[in-house]
């Protein structure tokens, strides 16, 4: 079952300016630290950091709450797992929103998939119930 859908399309471009202006003050609020690890060994950061920003951006959407009733940008991080998909990892409100639209009995699976092609960057966020002895 289906619970949310979410998409985002973001210009890298813009990141990049957003990085030039605003620096720390823009990636320690918007991003957790395994995020900010990984944006800063990365050759092209502003690429990277534009996928986790259209990632949570498209959770926000999935949610059905945007950035607000106790949802907040960290409360969401990218995590790739050993094999290199992208996962997304909920905390805080946003953990606490995903609890409330899971339906008694089930498990929540939240999918994830970005890609950047400069200028661009888009995140899909899939939340579906499934049986929770699966």
Excluded: H
């Excluded at 690429?47 to 259209?54: K, P, W």
């Amino acid at each position: 079952m289906i619970l949310g859908l979410g998409n985002d399309l973001i210009d890298i471009r813009r990141v990049g300016r957003t990085l030039d202006r605003f620096g720390e003050r823009f990636v320690k609020r918007v991003f957790t630290d395994i995020e900010r690890e990984k944006a800063e060994r990365r050759k092209n950061r502003a690429s990277t950091y534009a996928t986790r920003f259209a990632a949570k951006e498209a959770c926000s959407k999935a949610l059905g709450t945007g950035f607000r009733k106790g949802v907040y940008w960290r409360d969401m991080g990218v995590v790739n797992l050993p094999s290199g998909k992208p996962t997304i990892v909920l905390a805080g409100g946003a953990l606490k929103r995903l609890e409330s639209i899971t339906p008694i009995g089930m498990a929540a699976q939240v999918d994830l998939t970005i890609t950047d092609d400069y200028p661009l960057a888009e995140a899909i966020v899939l939340i579906s119930a499934v049986p929770e002895d699966v």
